[in-house]
């Protein structure tokens, strides 16, 4: 994952906005995280995510998890922070 603070975004967010469609940029401000950018794809994933969790109470089947894993395995731990 990338990670640039926010002036730096701001100067270069063409390059940044293409570099999220491969991977996460995290934005810090301050020397904090602030944002994270992640392509619209991985953004309708993540939607889907959170449907199918809580379609089922908050459980998430074994066949969904198998195929999340294939699709979004480097972004998994991006999604799984904003799921919280």
Known sequence: MTTVTASEFQKNFGAFK???QRE???ITSNGRESV???SA????EYEAFQKQKYAFGGE???EFEDILAQRMEK???VLEGLAK
């Open 18 to 20: 293409e570099a999220a």
């Open 24 to 26: 996460p940029v995290k």
């Open 36 to 38: 994270v950018l992640i």
């Open 41 to 44: 794809a991985s953004y309708a």
């Open 60 to 62: 998430v089947t074994p």
């Open 75 to 77: 972004h998994k731990d």
